[in-house]
């Protein structure tokens, strides 16, 4: 039984089952704590505050990534990094948007390019994704050996 119960937490589904569970107990505790110092009204315009401020800061973020995405592409790059950041800034404009400080901590964090970058190259020295680049005899990246040069011409019966 000790290893089903083991097995149950490592779980994703359990696992998130535990998350939606602690973080708003987490976040209704701290919220409380603050408002006890500062007051109910300043303590929701603090959380209302950091929505609005994140979700400015958010918007830039994703305008300069989008840019970044086209102008790969422009250059025929395959853009990875940049939609690995957009992912990241999906997930922290859900953290923005919901109310509570730490949630808010954590994704103004991923609004951090650096931190971002590091979270990345983090995860993907951990994952089993590989990347490989082919060349051609002539050693151009990305060059496909079994793509034919020529012309075509469709005639109608």
Known sequence: MRASSYGAVMNPVGLLFLLFLLIPLVEIYFLIQVGSIIGAIPTIALVIFTALLGAMLLRFQGLAILQRTRSAMAQGQVPAMEMFEGV????????????????????FLFLVPPFRK?????????STIKTQQFRDSSGEPGSDPHTIEGECRREDD
């Open 118 to 126: 590091m979270v990345i190259h983090w995860f993907l020295s951990k």
């Open 88 to 107: 990241l800034l999906v997930f922290s404009g859900a953290l923005l948007l919901t109310p509570g400080f730490v949630t808010d901590a954590i994704g």
